[in-house]
């Protein structure tokens, strides 16, 4: 495995790659989800590069920047193991300028739900997975469908810039008690993380609510709601796969998400139906 920091030298890497090249971008501490989406990328392609680079651009002010967990050699060896060509590990001052061209997400889908409750987080988004796509100019890119509105901004960036690259959405990875995997779940004390496990009992009774046919939103978010009732709600939300909200579900067009603080972790999760 080729590990990388200087942006240039990966691109000369890069250039030498005559086949199809995968890419996943990460923020380290790589847990089974990550591995997911290496293995795809590996099982797709010629070669597979990783990065790991903690953007600061998309913490807000008071976010957990600096506390972020950081397990660099730990993650070495899962992409050693995964089967990874090349690992970016790039510092801040080699992705940043110090006079930086600005990214804006989009003024009305930019700045809803997520968007909302951490203003500029996907300007900060956006700007680096562009500045990391340029860079590795891969064939196909993996990003997770745990981050749903993530995942619609990159691939609106990619139609609006006409970007050549494929944006490969993963399903979400969980663990056996369907907890969705985040490398921030370490946050969690034992009793915190039966409180978390609310997230995905409340996507699941959703789920059953609209298999007994009872498919409006305010009658589902409602249940949701009182599932959710000992962690504190951002939002519950159910929209169309281009993030309108939705009166009612529609069957193979819908994201059902939440957002909620379980204790002073942030966590999300979502089902798509």
């Known amino acids: 495995m080729r590990k ?16 199809s090249v995968g ?32 953007n600061p651009t998309q913490f807000l002010e008071g976010e957990d920047l600096e506390d972020y967990p950081r397990k660099i050699e730990a993650d070495l060896k899962i992409c050693e ?21 600005s990214i804006i997400a989009p003024k009305t889908k930019g700045f809803v739900l997520e968007g909302f409750h951490r203003p500029s987080h996907f300007d900060g988004v956006l700007q680096v997975v562009l500045k990391l796509l ?9 990003f997770g469908k745990k981050d749903a509105q993530q995942l619609f901004m990159i691939q609106n960036m990619v139609k609006h810039l006409f970007l050549n690259v494929e944006i490969v959405p993963c399903e979400i990875v969980r663990e056996t008690d369907g907890l969705a995997l985040s490398s921030r779940n370490v946050y969690l004390t034992p009793k915190e993380r039966e409180k978390a496990l609310s997230l995905s009992k409340s996507l699941k009774y959703a789920t059953k609510m609209i298999m007994n ?10 249940e949701m709601l009182s599932i959710l009732k000992e962690t504190q709600v951002e939002y519950v939300e159910i929209v169309d796969h281009q993030f309108n909200r939705l009166k009612e579900v529609e069957i193979g067009n819908t994201i059902i998400l ?11 999760d979502n089902i798509w139906i």
Do not use: W
Not at 9 to 19: G, I, T, V
Not at 28 to 36: D, K, N, Q, R, V
Not at 81 to 101: N, Q, R, S, W
């Open 134 to 142: 340029n860079i590795t100019t891969p064939t196909r890119a993996y």
């Open 23 to 54: 890419f996943v971008p990460t923020m380290g501490a790589l847990h089974e989800g990550h591995i997911t989406l290496i293995k795809q990328s590996v099982k797709e392609n010629s070669k597979t590069v990783v990065s790991i680079f903690v």
């Open 213 to 222: 046919n009872n498919k409006k939103s305010e009658d589902i978010k409602s």
């Open 81 to 101: 193991l995964a089967g990874v060509d090349a690992l970016f590990l790039p510092t801040i001052d080699a992705m940043y300028e110090k006079d930086e061209l």
């Open 258 to 268: 939440v957002a909620t603080f379980v204790g002073t972790t942030r966590l999300i």
């Open 4 to 19: 990388f920091s200087d942006p240039l030298a990966l691109r000369e890497y890069r250039k030498s790659c005559q086949e």
